[in-house]
């Protein structure tokens, strides 16, 4: 199984737990870290260092809000010299649960080319799944 | 048809149903049960709007599905059953569709309504429906998500 650590600005990473927990249930190996107002870049990344000390030589995927932010660039000091992580910017819930629901059967290279292939679907609006969706109705009976 | 789900939830197609509930069933199909929405085209419009990737999604009447079940072209499909009321089922089984098991998901507050659970509130006929299913020896559980612990109704309707 891969673990999970969201690492946000402020409630985000805490909040999208909460929020994944009222769809999927609550999840072991997964980890919430918020970068809040007046923090610095150590306490962060001893917040880090804490979480991933529990492991070795195993499979972590930090997923950050925004490239370039604290949380992102902190996890990205961890990850560079470390294999079994990988980073991932621009994190949303749908995106969240699919690594909930993936992690146990993928391993850290494939589950991340599979976030990286549902990414842009997980944005859409109501007209496109509208039009799209009407028609698979009138070629169906059911 | 492969039933593998039957629940009852006021809400219909909602994210616990989309994220946890199509994966644990693996269902083809989303039937969505009910006369009166099956009537409703801003309704049914909208339902299909939100069906999840790799799912179709069909809202048909208590006619139409008794008369899909019996159809031998729908033999191998895994179908979700989803309701919003307990009479519904009682009519589906009267007209001969086997249901060993139910999911009891979410029935909202109203006024006049006992809630037994957090997400459950029965009217007296609910439970009247409730019971008679229960002497039909149908398994009814109450969950939210797969991955709870089923709550059966006998523990929480008297």
Same mark, same amino acid.
């Given at each position: 199984?891969?673990?999970?650590?969201? %690492?946000?600005?402020? /409630?985000? %990473?805490?909040?999208?737990?909460?929020?994944?927990?009222?769809?999927?249930?609550? #999840?072991?190996?997964?980890? %919430?870290?918020?970068?809040?107002?007046?923090?610095?870049?150590?306490?962060?990344?001893? $917040?880090? $260092?804490?979480?991933?000390?529990?492991?070795?030589?195993?499979?972590?995927?930090?997923?950050?809000?925004?490239?370039?932010?604290?949380?992102?660039?902190?996890?990205?000091?961890?990850?560079?010299?470390?294999? /079994?992580? #990988?980073?991932?910017?621009?994190?949303?819930?749908?995106?969240?649960?699919?690594?909930?629901?993936?992690?146990?059967?993928?391993?850290?290279?494939?589950?991340?080319? /599979?976030?990286?292939?549902?990414? %842009?679907?997980?944005?859409?609006?109501?007209?496109?799944?509208?039009?799209?969706?009407?028609?698979?109705?009138? #070629?169906?009976?059911? | 048809?492969?039933?593998?789900?039957?629940?009852?939830?006021?809400?219909?197609?909602?994210?616990?149903?989309? *994220?946890?509930?199509?994966?644990? *069933?693996?269902?083809?199909?989303?039937?969505?049960?009910?006369?009166?929405?099956?009537?409703?085209?801003?309704?049914?419009?909208?339902?299909?709007?939100? *069906?999840?990737?790799?799912?179709?999604?069909?809202?048909? *009447?208590?006619?139409?599905?008794?008369?899909?079940?019996?159809?031998?072209?729908?033999?191998?499909?895994?179908? @979700?059953?989803?309701?919003?009321?307990?009479?519904?089922?009682?009519?589906?089984?009267? =007209? =001969?569709?086997?249901?060993?098991?139910?999911?009891? =998901?979410?029935?909202?507050?109203?006024?006049?309504?006992?809630?037994?659970?957090?997400?459950?509130?029965?009217?007296?006929?609910?439970?009247?429906?409730?019971?008679?299913?229960?002497?039909?020896?149908?398994?009814?559980?109450?969950?939210?998500?797969?991955?709870?612990?089923?709550?059966?109704? @006998?523990?929480?309707?008297?």
């Amino acid at each position: 199984m891969v673990s999970i650590v969201v %690492a946000t600005h402020g /409630h985000l %990473a805490e909040s999208l737990l909460e929020a994944a927990a009222m769809l999927l249930g609550e #999840e072991k190996n997964i980890w %919430a870290i918020g970068f809040f107002p007046g923090d610095s870049t150590e306490h962060l990344l001893l $917040q880090f $260092q804490n979480i991933l000390n529990k492991f070795e030589n195993e499979d972590i995927l930090i997923l950050t809000d925004i490239l370039g932010g604290s949380p992102f660039n902190t996890a990205a000091r961890l990850a560079i010299e470390n294999s /079994h992580i #990988e980073v991932i910017s621009g994190i949303n819930l749908p995106i969240l649960l699919d690594i909930i629901q993936n992690r146990t059967d993928m391993n850290l290279n494939t589950l991340v080319s /599979h976030v990286i292939n549902i990414s %842009a679907d997980t944005i859409t609006t109501l007209s496109k799944n509208i039009n799209h969706n009407q028609n698979d109705l009138q #070629e169906e009976e059911l | 048809m492969i039933i593998s789900l039957v629940r009852i939830d006021d809400r219909l197609i909602h994210g616990q149903v989309a *994220t946890d509930w199509v994966r644990y *069933t693996h269902c083809d199909r989303i039937i969505v049960i009910n006369d009166l929405i099956a009537m409703d085209e801003i309704r049914k419009k909208l339902l299909l709007a939100i *069906t999840p990737a790799g799912v179709k999604t069909s809202i048909i *009447t208590i006619g139409k599905a008794i008369e899909a079940y019996n159809n031998p072209k729908y033999k191998d499909l895994n179908a @979700m059953f989803l309701l919003t009321c307990p009479q519904d089922i009682l009519s589906l089984i009267e =007209g =001969g569709v086997s249901i060993k098991s139910i999911n009891i =998901g979410g029935m909202s507050y109203k006024e006049g309504k006992k809630q037994i659970t957090a997400a459950v509130s029965v009217s007296d006929d609910d439970i009247s429906c409730f019971n008679e299913l229960y002497k039909k020896g149908i398994e009814l559980e109450i969950r939210m998500l797969s991955t709870e612990r089923k709550v059966n109704w @006998m523990e929480v309707a008297n």
